[in-house]
């Protein structure tokens, strides 16, 4: 019987050869299998040289796409992952495993990009942020922008000591050089890890400023995510939603820009437990 | 804005994920173990405002909302687009054909 072979893109294709059990499961970035059985029991995690910890499938050790091996710097990340990879049934879905992309990203850097460019390409977005973006009508929707938009534009602005308008012409705010000069002092604080966190988040809901205010605990995911997607759910009250299209992209948003952010979080964070006596 | 739900509510939530991803016995996982661990850690604190308090409670409403939502897109991934395609003798039944048989196997195949 022939078979149909389905294409997925152009970036991956559809090997349809039964996966081949190897010793090491490497798992290549171009020949990407989109379906693969769950070839493991048990997922538990191991602290290896140099405090780095490793997930282990059973004995194998887990590795990258690009054949190194997969080591996170704390346990909560280990932890997070090792769940992802518990949590599936069957066959391995790596859609639904974003915390493992991440880490697999930022230890294989496949575009060999170092941490200026990825402040550059973060600030690029500074220019045609969401929230900047203003409509002049229908009037129903400019009001709904002002008054979710405008706080969380005053926010940062009092919090970075900056300026950045809005604006509704098609060329987008002019953002003044002394702002972008703070936030690349901004960004270079944070590592390489924590930095392919934010700009992960940052393309995911297409706004720098939507992006920090997460980050500093100001908005919840929840709240990130629904004002990178005003309009549409502005359109969602208007004309009705629609689950499989509507409902799907946002879970899907939500799940993505909260693994941003839990990774940005946990590779950002050094924790120390202080016990203090109780005096009596 | 409005504020985060309480410490407990989001730490029911993520226990309730944890079961839903591992069955009945989540409670022997490492995430599990985890998360009450950081919740007894961060329960007392000295001062009004903590701020490894307010991370961790961050963090772990970002955690719950991660759990839930790949559920949720899992679910409705498999509810409308898990289908897949069907396969050449569903689509010749669906207009009433069907395949022709060749006992001796067609020319290719052996």
């Known amino acids: 019987m022939f078979r149909s072979i389905v294409r997925l893109g152009n970036a991956l294709s559809l090997n349809k050869v039964c996966p081949r059990r190897h010793q090491r499961c490497a798992l290549k970035y171009s020949t990407a299998a989109a379906e693969r059985k769950k070839f493991y029991e048990d997922v538990s995690i191991s602290q290896g040289e140099g405090g780095l910890f490793e997930i282990n499938l059973d004995r194998r050790k887990l590795k990258t796409p690009g054949g190194k091996l997969f080591t996170v710097p704390n346990e909560a990340l280990a932890i997070a992952v090792a769940t992802e990879w518990d949590a599936q049934r069957e066959t391995l879905k790596f859609y639904?495993?974003?915390?493992?992309?991440?880490?697999?990203?930022?230890?294989?850097?496949?575009t060999q990009r170092d941490k200026d460019q990825m402040i550059n390409a973060a600030l690029k977005f500074l220019e045609?942020?969401?929230?900047?973006?203003?409509?002049?009508?229908?009037?129903?929707?400019?009001?709904?922008?002002?008054?979710?938009?405008?706080?969380?534009?005053?926010?940062?602005?009092?919090?970075?000591?900056?300026?950045?308008?809005?604006?509704?012409?098609?060329?987008g705010p002019e953002i003044p050089e002394a702002t972008k000069d703070t936030f690349r002092q901004h960004l270079n604080s944070y590592n390489f890890w924590s930095l392919t966190g934010l700009e992960y988040v940052i393309t995911q809901l297409k706004s720098v400023v939507l992006s920090l205010?997460?980050?500093?605990?100001h908005l919840s995911v929840e709240q990130a995510v629904l004002l990178s997607r005003l309009e549409e759910e502005y359109q969602i009250r208007r004309w009705g939603n629609v689950e499989w299209a509507h409902d799907y992209d946002m879970y899907e948003l939500r799940a993505r820009t909260a693994a941003g952010a839990l990774f940005v979080q946990l590779s950002s964070e050094s924790s120390t437990v202080k016990r203090k006596l109780l005096q009596d | 804005m409005a504020s985060l739900a309480s410490p407990l509510r989001v730490c029911r939530g993520i226990l309730k994920e944890l079961r839903a991803i591992q069955g009945p016995s989540y409670k022997q996982s490492l995430a599990y173990a985890y998360v009450m661990d950081q919740y007894r850690k961060n329960k007392v604190t000295g001062e009004r405002y903590c701020r490894a308090q307010q991370e961790a409670h961050h963090a772990s409403h970002t955690y719950l909302c991660l759990l839930a939502s790949t559920r949720n897109h899992l679910a409705l991934h498999n509810l409308y687009h898990g289908k897949g395609e069907r396969s050449p003798e569903e689509v010749a039944g669906l207009v009433g054909l069907r395949l022709p048989t060749q006992p001796g196997g067609k020319g290719w195949e052996k």
């Open chain 1, 96 to 110: 639904t495993m974003h915390m493992t992309t991440l880490c697999n990203t930022a230890l294989d850097n496949p």
């Open chain 1, 128 to 171: 045609t942020d969401t929230v900047c973006y203003r409509v002049d009508e229908p009037h129903a929707l400019v009001e709904l922008q002002k008054n979710e938009w405008d706080p969380v534009l005053h926010w940062i602005e009092n919090r970075y000591n900056i300026t950045i308008g809005s604006s509704s012409s098609i060329l």
């Open chain 1, 213 to 217: 205010g997460m980050i500093d605990r």
